[in-house]
């Protein structure tokens, strides 16, 4: 898993004819592919359709919520699972990022809804263990190839759609009539899905490839980059330009001593907080900033109408996923108080200090931004690739949290748990 990158460099030596298949697969069998890369047929094909599962189960909850997305959802994982289940599945997970999923149980026991807090705990361990799953059986660079095709295949198809399918593939409201939409369920949710898509395919990009692989991956980000200024959202663009710059740093640290490379990283880091922190107190500039009234399209009335209920119940909250549901109480008062209903709290740090209170949004994110400071600081000594990826998708998912969903959807939940898994040499 941890020398994916030197595995890599590897089967391209015994594609030109340098390197004997028995000398790769002895030194991949070394590095710790030994069980499900053993060099016979049925071996290769599993990590093959692992992560053609794991494709699968991104391409499904990058979409999601739709018809039957949840068992599918479920599905997807336990097929990741079980083809991957030879591996040691725990080990990139660092052991105390379990407390959050023990926290989130427990709130079963407060939870407004305990039934859907059930379906909410079962559905995002799933998600984390396959997550894990691909990422040791198939290391760091193959599940995030992976993670990247499912996307693709989901652009593609909302790209026809858009184009040929207008009433799937376009917003239909007033609002941002004709916006890009293709197969997702709002424009924002697929401009939040694009910007990942953006910055995968440039934190992953490798100048070692051919030409032909590099134009092939230029028409991707180009089609990508389209779809987004299709979905006319000003946020995405604003997101994704820090990102950029996020990205962009850490890359050049690499070239540092560590202490300049932790000082630059914890002022990046500052940054970036403060910039998350400016939107978020300063709705007047940022509204400007990002495109919007000076309600931040309603933003500040949903947040006016879920404070009072985080304030009523600020560290425990009141259950994982069991809000946003018609029936609940809860949600029905919040409905209530703003005058519409709304599916989420339009801000993904609200939303889970409402569903888990305060404790459980320190558990959520404390791991991810510790990987993010062991990565970067190690980052000479780890797969770059993967660690300016973590770095980037975790940035965007702090940004883009300010006013979206982002890390409480499945997709981002997913995408936040892939930023905390561990690298090689990684504590």
């Known amino acids: 898993m941890g020398n994916s990158l030197q595995f890599d460099s590897d089967c391209r030596y015994m594609d030109r004819g340098v390197l004997s298949r028995e000398t790769v697969l ?7 592919y030994s069980e499900p890369l053993t060099g016979g047929k049925d071996g290769v094909s599993r990590r093959q359709l692992a992560r053609l599962a794991f494709a699968s189960l991104v391409a499904i909850v990058s979409v999601s919520p739709f018809r039957l997305s949840g068992p599918l959802t479920v599905g997807a994982c336990v097929v990741v699972l079980l083809l991957c289940a030879r591996r040691t599945l725990l080990s990139p997970i660092h052991w105390s990022s379990l407390i959050f999923f023990g926290w989130i149980g427990a709130s079963s026991f407060w939870s407004v809804a305990g039934g859907a807090t059930f379906d909410g705990v079962v559905l995002s361990l799933l998600l984390l263990l396959a997550a894990a799953a691909v990422w040791e059986t198939c290391g760091p660079e193959q599940t995030l190839a992976a993670f990247l095709s499912g996307l693709r295949v989901v652009v593609a198809l909302s790209a026809i759609t ?4 207008p009433s799937i593939g376009r917003e239909q409201s007033f609002y941002q009539a004709g916006a890009f939409t293709g197969l997702f369920v709002q424009r924002n949710v697929a401009s939040f899905v ?5 910055i995968s395919t440039v934190a992953l990009w490798d100048r070692e490839w051919s030409l032909g692989r590099k134009h092939k991956e230029c028409f991707w980000l180009i089609l990508t980059l389209l779809c987004l200024l299709l979905a006319r959202s000003s946020t995405s663009l604003v997101v994704l330009a820090a990102v950029l710059l996020l990205g962009l740093v850490v890359r050049q640290t690499r070239k540092m001593s560590e202490v300049g490379r932790r000082v630059t990283l914890a002022a990046v880091t500052a940054m970036v907080a403060g910039f998350a922190l400016i939107i978020f107190t300063n709705y007047s500039a940022a509204s400007g900033l990002l495109g919007r ?3 931040l399209t309603g933003r500040t009335i949903i947040w006016a109408a879920v404070l009072p209920f985080i304030n009523a119940q600020p560290w425990i909250g009141y259950g994982w996923n069991a809000l946003w549901t018609p029936g609940v109480q809860v949600t029905e008062e919040m409905w209530s108080s703003a005058h519409f209903a709304f599916a989420h709290a339009h801000n993904a740090f609200l939303d889970v200090i409402l569903q888990v209170g305060f404790v459980g949004l320190v558990l959520l994110l404390i791991f991810p931004l510790g990987r993010f400071v062991v990565n970067t600081s190690r980052l000479e ?16 998912l702090l940004l883009y949290g300010v006013t979206e969903q982002s890390f409480v959807s499945n997709f981002g939940f997913l995408v936040l748990m892939m930023c905390s898994l561990k690298l090689a040499g990684a504590k």
Request: charged letters at 10%.
């Open 26 to 32: 002895a030194a991949a069998n070394a590095q710790g």
């Open 162 to 165: 858009y184009v040929f399918v």
């Open 194 to 198: 694009m910007v990942v898509i953006i």
């Open 293 to 295: 009234d000076a309600s």
């Open 381 to 396: 000594e780890t797969a770059a690739r993967p660690v300016v990826w973590s770095s980037m998708a975790f940035g965007c």
